[in-house]
């Protein structure tokens, strides 16, 4: 094991004023003299020889390579995720076609419809998505079978220790790239109340596993020669949200100091095929059984309100009962480019954010749109397609995730603080990306 240790360019330590050093640091250091004097009597070392390891660290964990390293790495997993899935997704969404053949015959026309746009127009689509979930895992377990992920934390701990976030801030967030409510939970990790609280609030701000099938959808059909790209830009979008967030709560009602980050980096080494394949299992197979346990009822609750409203069931889809709550939220999202179809998959997404992939499609079903992407190409243009993207990324997070938030704050102040906030910081920046796509691109 490597321990590496980073002291923080700060000011005064307020534990030790006379050393200005945090007082795990000087423990840390009379450990490891202890140790040293120990192996000094019982180990004669030999020639300074360089490993592999030390010449990697030399890379990555360099003053001004690590961080460039580190994005280089994030969007090659994105890219590798988005364009590798490709053939398993299409041979999803064809089987899942050949299925619809079969149940639109059905005899009864509001059972045909159920079925065929209930159920495997919502719960189908959404396994359309489950490739590149899958894959998303199997790089983010390689890199940390790899140490990588360790060293990673460490190269980011310099960056977010200026901007007053907890080094080990990081590891939590980094497990909100695969769900928020474990990177809510693994913030009980950082030492103090502030640094705490302030990793709790900001988590959700990173791309959870549920977001991936909205920004795959919506860049594959805008941005299809750059989708991995947009992808990855909506990862690097949400650090960098979660970074400022941070740094204005720290610097306003949740001022504390930053400590050190003291971590063991383990050796280098080359991952397996079964270490690595079971750890994707293992958290893809986690995710299926949450989204399992609402998509089908999810399903068919928006098909009941997509296809029946107060003149009873097959009114047009404007009529619906979706209809007329979509319709009515909707101007407050008219400058977005929002439709009304739009914006009531999003109220569907406080659930979980897969729901707004699963209501698109089958409020576009109920309406007789047989491909979901020519829909969306109607009713949005790229720039309202981008707000969209950076809308679903930044407001409220799952209702699992809230409910994670309160039991790890035991507050409903700070539980009620963080919904609002993400939902007026949404508003605010998709605003910001229609104002400024329409003032470039318009």
Known sequence: MKVTERIPESEEDPFDE??????????????????????SDVYEPGHGKWQLSDMLDEVFLHKYLGVPIFLVTMWAMFTFTFEASRVFMAMIEALFTWLGGFTSQIPIPWLASLVTEGVLGGVGF????????????????????????????????????????????????LLGFGCSVAAVMAARTVDGESNRLTTILVSPLM????????????????????????????????????????????????????????????????????GSFRHMWDRGVLFLRQAGTFLLA?????????????????????????????TSIQPFFAHLGFTWHVVAAL????????????????IFAVSGETAIESALMAVLSPISAFALMLFVLLYVPCLATIGAVRKETGSWKWTAFSVIYQILLAYAMASV??????????
Not at 18 to 27: F, N, S, Y
Request: hydrophobic fraction near 55%; aromatic fraction near 12%; glycine fraction near 10%.
């Open 18 to 39: 006379e050393l200005a050093i945090d007082p795990q640091i000087v423990l840390a250091d009379e450990r490891y003299e202890v140790i040293g004097n120990i192996l």
């Open 126 to 173: 959404i396994l359309t998505f489950v490739p590149p979930i899958f894959l998303l895992y199997l790089a983010i377990s390689i890199l940390e079978d790899t140490g990588y992920l360790s060293r990673a934390a460490f190269v980011m701990d310099r960056w977010m220790t200026k901007l007053g976030l907890h080094g080990r801030s990081f590891i939590p967030l």
């Open 207 to 274: 791309s959870c596993a549920g977001r991936l099938p909205l920004y795959i959808l919506i860049a594959g059909v805008f941005f299809p020669n750059l989708a991995g790209t947009m992808v990855f830009l909506m990862y690097i979008i949400g650090i960098i949200m979660a970074v400022i967030i941070a740094m204005v709560l720290k610097r306003t009602i949740l001022q504390e100091e930053s400590s050190p980050l003291i971590m063991e980096l383990s050796m280098y080494q080359m991952p397996t095929a079964h």
């Open 298 to 326: 999810g399903g068919l609750v928006i098909w009941g309100l997509s296809s029946f409203g107060l003149g009873g069931y097959g009114v047009p889809v404007e009529q619906s009962f979706i209809g007329i709550i979509g």
């Open 347 to 362: 109220i569907f997404g406080f659930v979980a954010k897969e729901a707004v992939v699963q209501s698109l499609s089958i």
């Open 433 to 442: 990306a229609v104002f400024i796509g329409g003032y470039f691109f318009g």
